[in-house]
């Protein structure tokens, strides 16, 4: 069973850096799908960004040119989502998440990230913005 715990969250300025950090354990697929979601309160849940096993990324417009998603996959996984230029709207819980054998798949949806197929989810990191 893929278990996925998140880290870095907590609460910087308008402008300010965080990393996020989501460790997956017992993820042994061959192919790779993660990605990273939020929710802010009252808000749905959205797509922020995914990394595929070939090393392509998607992210979702508005954080695009902020924030960048990579991974270590030099024991465990390790899905790191890094956010520069923070801004208030930003403020949600952050979620990673992972997709059986990889398979998942992506769509725009007027400039919005749609992620089909994720079925591990973390419990997720508060991130706070102040401005």
């Known amino acids: 069973q893929v278990q996925l715990a998140e880290s870095g969250g907590g609460s910087v300025q308008s402008g300010g850096s965080l990393t996020l950090s989501c460790e997956a354990s017992?993820?042994?697929?061959?192919?790779?799908?993660m990605g990273w979601f939020r929710q802010a309160p009252g808000q749905e849940r959205e797509a922020v960004a995914v990394?595929?096993?070939?090393?392509?990324?998607?992210y979702t417009d508005s954080v695009k040119g902020r924030f960048t998603i990579s991974k270590d996959m030099s024991k465990n996984i390790i899905l790191y989502l890094q956010m520069n230029n923070l801004k208030p709207e930003d403020t949600a819980t952050y979620s990673c998440?992972?997709?059986?054998?990889?398979?998942?798949?992506?769509?725009?949806?007027?400039?919005?990230?749609?992620?089909?197929?994720?079925?591990?989810w973390g419990k997720g990191t508060l991130v706070t913005i102040s401005s």
């Open positions: 017992e993820y042994t697929y061959n192919k790779f799908c």
């Open positions: 998440a992972a997709a059986p054998g990889g398979s998942c798949y992506t769509a725009n949806n007027d400039g919005k990230l749609e992620v089909y197929g994720l079925n591990y």
């Open positions: 990394l595929f096993s070939d090393g392509s990324t998607s």
